[in-house]
Structures are given as structure tokens and as C-alpha cells.
């Protein structure tokens, strides 16, 4: 505790343990607070309530068999993670993938932002008291993740990109639902922003709220929208492209406003643009062609070939019992997840197992900003800021 | 593109090399990416040069992390993402540690998103930075014993040290 000056003389600071189980702080997270009067003087925030040693297990399993853990590092993107692993372990491998494998890659984590951007949007909103537009995108959502349960039997713990591909052949019928699901979303993005956009209370809570400088979020390590809301263009998907982003036509919106409101309009922006890639994605997959790599001992072989290929068959088993040894080294990927640069470490000493795994979590270091952004501001705006750079608690402790 | 982005490191390598020779101790390739092996010495020096100079410009940290050989020597090698934005370069920086002396200067006076970078690694490796200003255990208890992702802590947990059920002993 500290002493401050106030308009009737000296006052001292008083501590407020906000969390670890504020509904607003969308996991989690506690943050000691040092208030004088509202005024947030310093901020501390204090992490690793979920923290279950990912990275440690992965040491633990066969290359193949951490996909399943990479699911549940950052639950509203399991297939963001799926992909920055696999890329990782095929760039230690050297693997080429299929076009038609990375084109549903593409389509899918398109449409995995998608999702992620409307829970932040409708958790975000609900935090500042717009009750209305949660339920809207958690409608929206839900057709996304039928997708996601249509292509991989799973709704939200997908694991459906593998080593070297795919899990499984695109099913019957997705183009349909894709192309229903397509035709239906960019109205509803109008309806969100008809509510938000140039709602009063919304522009009040937001607007000059949570402002950080291009110099602070980039020396603070921050990427993502709150990145490009600062006015600097950064996105892995146009500088780093990797799964054929190359071949395929968006902007990456940027404004220089930096605040609250900025980084609402970004995401907004993102999802129309995410919407043009899915629409090109499903445009460009063939109907036709492999969707895994023929790599015999590291991708497993084809069902069918199994029942009449000895190697085929002892592939298989050796696959799935001793795993794969790639030859020692280590990989770094990054990918542009909706929070930001997901990055993934693989180290490989040449045995089964993975010598070390290590992801980049972008909420993890952007929530690092978080004092910088609610210092001097209202304890009210501290929840606008916590939405603001949407976070995910088990992204931050892993 | 991999052709394209060694190309570019080739650049930085070449530059930092004329700056300072004794800096730039290894140079590694692997699959398009290039890694500088930096003597623990010369890693802030060189951080500082990469940050600033303006043919580098290396203005984002991207991640920081630890890999453990144990039970090789030196058993720790620091890994530094470097990501220059205006430039639209990527480069590796790596520095070995001994596991008798694991201590390197740390990076946050260049680049102050290196704070909670640092406590994770000092948390799960027990790496100590010089010139941190905050060295807390950051994703663990604080009552929490050694350092679990140190190849020699077994992934179960040592299970009879009260740490590793949270305090809760398990003969009571």
C-alpha cells in the first residue's frame, strides 16, 4: 500500500483481490488490484490456476499421440493448435502435405476463428452488460461446431489434423452444410454490428478505453488484433504463409485507434475476412485426391491396404505402438491464431518421444500487457480491458 | 519462401558477423530456418544490436524458451524467437548454459515482453536471469519444490515430497 494525494489531503491505496473466480475474467485469473478511490494505480496479475503441465506430458507420449493434447491448450481453438503442431512435427520431418489436406487445413481453422471470435464477441458484450448479443453468437457458434462434429465426430476436442494430413477423409454431404452455413453468416455479423456498432453504451465502454501505444504492444511482445489495432500490419497467414495461405485473397484489416473499441472493430472485420476464405477454400477442394502424405512408418496406411499389404499392415502396428523417430533437430512454426502468433517448438533427439514441446501461447503473453492497459483507468474499464485481449486461461497456464 | 527466408537470415548472420565476429560463434541450418549460437556473454550486447541497428531492426520477441539435454553438457540451450516486422525477417538465437551455472543476462531491458517469458522458464527450468526485475515463480504454487520440466523430474511428479500434492502429505 501506498500514499496518495487526494482533494482532502493524504489517503492510502487499499489492495482488492479481484478473481480467481470472477465471471468476467472468462477463466481463472486473479488480479490483485491497488485502487485509489477507482482508480487503478497497479496492477498484478496472477496465473497458473489451470496449469496441468502440457508440455510435460507431451515429453511423455509418442509424436502422434500429443495431437490430443494440443487440443485442450486453447479450447476455442483445438484445431489452430492441432495445426501449428502438426506443422511443427512435419517441418522436423520435412513433409509435403497434400493441397486438398491443406485446403480443408485452411477452411477449417477459418472457420474455428470464426467461433472463437463469437464467444469473445458475445462473452465480451456480456461483460459489458449486452446480454442479447451472447445469445445470438452462441447460436451462430453452434452451427460451426455441427461442422467441426461432421468432419471429425467432435464438436469442440477435434485432434482431426494429423501428422502428414488428415484424420479422415472430408465427409459426404460437408459442402452443403459449409455453403448453407456461408450463405446464413454474414447477415448475422450485420445484426451484430447493428446492435454494437453505434450502440451508445457500447461506443461509451469502449471507446479511449484500454489504450496501448504501437511502441508498448510491440515491446511488450503482443501480436494479434491488439497488435493490428495498433496500427501495425502483422499476420503470420500474409508474411509467413504456410498451408498454401498464399493462394488465397484477404485483407488484414488495421486501424491505429488502439482501443477497446479498435480491437472489437478488427475482430468484426476478421470475421467477414475469415468468411472470404472459407468461401475460396471450399471453392478450391478438389472432390477427388489423397488428404495424407505417403510417408510408409510415419503416416499410417490406408484401412483397405491393411487387409491386403503385409508392409502396410506392419506399418500400422509399428506406427502405433513405437511411434516414429524423426531425425534429431528442432522446429519452430508460428501461425496466426485468433489471439495472435501461435508458435510451436518441437526438439527431436531421435527417439519416439518428443524431447521437448513448447508452445507460444499468445494469451499468455498478451495478458502480460494487461497492466499497461488498466493502469490509471476505472476498475469498471478493468473488465472491458480483460475481454479486450481476449484471453483464454488455458492457453495463459497450459 | 524457404529459399526466400534463408536468403534473408543470411543477411542478418552476415551483419551481425561484421559487427562483432566473436558474437556470431555457430551458425546452424535446418530446414530453412537459421539459428545463431550467441556466447552467454555477448546475448544482451547482441540483443541490444539486433533491436536497434536499423538494418535489423529485430523489433519482436517473439518467445523464449528452454530445452534440456540433460544428461549431456552443457544440458541447457536457450532458444530466442526474433521476428524484425519492417524487415519481415525471422531469426533464432541460442545460447548454452551449463547445468552447474545456469545463468544468462536476462532480455527485458531490449525488449520488455521478455518479462513473463523469463519467469516461465525460470519457473519450469530454474534458469536465473541477470537483471530481471521480477523472478517469481510465475505458473507453479510458490511452495511448489524444483523444476519440472527439467529432463532429470520425472513426469509423475516425485510423489512422496509434500509439493507434489500440493501440501496435502499423503501418509497422514
Redesign the interface.
Known amino acids: 500500500m501506498t500514499t496518495v494525494e487526494t482533494a482532502i489531503g493524504q489517503a492510502k491505496t487499499m489492495v482488492l483481490n479481484m478473481g480467481p473466480q470472477h465471471p468476467s475474467t472468462h477463466g481463472v485469473l486473479r488480479i490483485l488490484l491497488e485502487l485509489d478511490g477507482e482508480t487503478v494505480v497497479k496492477a498484478d496479475p496472477d496465473?497458473?490456476y489451470l496449469?496441468t503441465?502440457i508440455?510435460?506430458?507431451c515429453?511423455?507420449k509418442t509424436y502422434s499421440q500429443a495431437i490430443t493434447l494440443t487440443d485442450r491448450i486453447d479450447y476455442l481453438n483445438p484445431l489452430g493448435n492441432n495445426l501449428v503442431y502438426c506443422l511443427a512435427v512435419e517441418?522436423?520431418l520435412?513433409l509435403e502435405i497434400p493441397k486438398r489436406a491443406q485446403y480443408v487445413r485452411v477452411m477449417l481453422t477459418e472457420l474455428q476463428r470464426i467461433s472463437s471470435h463469437l464467444v469473445w464477441l458475445g462473452t465480451h458484450a456480456i461483460d459489458l452488460g449486452a446480454m442479447s448479443v451472447f445469445l445470438y453468437c452462441f447460436r451462430e457458434r453452434e452451427e460451426i461446431l455441427k461442422i467441426f462434429e461432421l468432419f471429425a465426430g467432435q464438436r469442440m476436442m477435434t485432434s482431426y489434423f494429423r501428422i502428414g494430413g488428415l484424420a479422415l477423409e472430408p465427409p459426404a454431404g460437408w459442402r452443403q452444410a459449409v455453403d448453407k452455413f456461408l450463405k446464413m453468416m454474414p447477415s448475422r455479423v450485420d445484426e451484430y454490428e447493428t446492435l454494437l456498432t453505434k450502440n451508445r453504451i457500447w461506443m461509451g465502454r469502449t471507446q479511449g478505453i484500454g489504450f496501448i501505444s504501437a511502441e508498448d504492444a510491440?515491446?511488450?511482445?503482443?501480436?494479434g488484433p491488439t497488435l493490428r489495432a495498433a496500427g501495425?500490419n502483422?499476420d503470420n497467414r500474409k508474411?509467413?504463409?504456410y498451408s498454401s495461405y498464399?493462394e488465397f485473397e484477404f485483407n488484414v484489416p488495421v486501424r491505429t485507434d488502439s482501443d477497446c473499441f479498435g480491437r472489437y472493430m478488427i475482430r468484426v472485420a476478421e470475421m467477414r475476412e475469415s468468411l472470404k476464405i472459407v468461401k475460396q477454400a471450399c471453392d478450391k477442394i478438389p472432390n477427388e485426391g489423397p488428404v495424407r502424405t505417403n510417408a510408409p512408418g510415419i503416416v499410417p496406411p490406408d484401412r483397405e491396404k491393411m487387409k491386403t499389404e503385409m508392409e502396410a499392415l506392419i506399418y500400422h502396428f509399428k506406427i502405433f505402438t513405437e511411434g516414429f523417430s524423426p531425425a534429431p533437430?528442432?522446429?519452430?512454426v508460428?501461425v496466426e491464431s485468433p489471439r495472435g502468433?501461435l508458435?510451436c517448438?518441437v526438439?527431436s533427439?531421435g527417439s519416439p518421444k518428443p524431447?521437448?514441446v513448447?508452445f507460444?501461447a499468445p494469451s499468455?503473453?498478451n495478458?502480460?500487457a494487461l497492466p499497461k492497459l488498466i493502469e490509471g483507468q476505472l476498475i469498471s474499464d478493468v473488465i472491458a480491458c480483460i475481454g479486450t485481449i481476449d484471453i483464454v486461461l488455458g492457453e495463459v497456464?497450459? | 519462401m524457404t529459399e526466400n527466408a534463408s536468403q534473408k537470415a543470411a543477411v542478418v548472420v552476415e551483419q551481425l558477423r561484421a559487427w562483432n565476429a566473436a558474437a556470431v560463434a555457430e551458425v546452424i541450418e535446418f530446414r530453412g530456418d537459421t539459428t545463431i549460437v550467441v556466447p552467454r556473454e555477448l546475448l544482451r550486447p547482441l540483443a541490444e544490436r539486433a533491436r536497434s541497428d536499423g538494418d535489423l531492426q529485430f523489433n519482436l520477441l517473439s518467445d523464449a524458451t528452454c530445452l534440456d539435454r540433460f544428461p549431456t553438457e552443457p544440458r541447457f540451450e536457450m532458444n530466442y524467437q526474433l521476428v524484425s516486422i519492417p524487415h519481415q525477417r525471422r531469426i533464432t538465437l541460442r545460447v548454452r548454459l551449463s547445468g552447474s551455472d545456469p545463468t544468462v543476462d536476462s532480455l527485458f531491458p531490449v525488449w520488455p515482453g521478455a518479462n513473463w517469458l523469463e519467469r516461465e522458464v525460470f519457473d519450469l527450468f530454474g534458469i536465473r536471469f541477470n537483471g530481471h526485475p521480477d523472478l517469481r515463480r510465475i505458473l507453479l504454487p510458490t511452495d511448489f519444490e524444483g523444476h519440472p520440466l527439467r529432463r532429470d523430474f520425472p513426469v509423475e511428479g516425485h510423489r512422496d515430497t509434500p509439493s507434489a500434492s500440493f501440501g496435502i502429505r499423503k501418509n497422514l
Not at chain 1, 510491440?218 to 501480436?223: D, E, I, N, Q, Y
Not at chain 1, 533437430?329 to 519452430?332: D, K, L, Q, R, T
Open positions: 496465473c497458473g496449469h503441465g508440455e510435460k506430458s515429453e511423455d517441418k522436423l520435412g510491440v515491446a511488450l511482445s503482443m501480436t501495425l502483422y508474411l509467413y504463409p498464399d533437430g528442432e522446429a519452430f508460428a502468433e508458435g517448438f526438439a533427439d524431447l521437448r513448447h507460444r499468455y503473453i495478458l502480460q497456464d497450459r
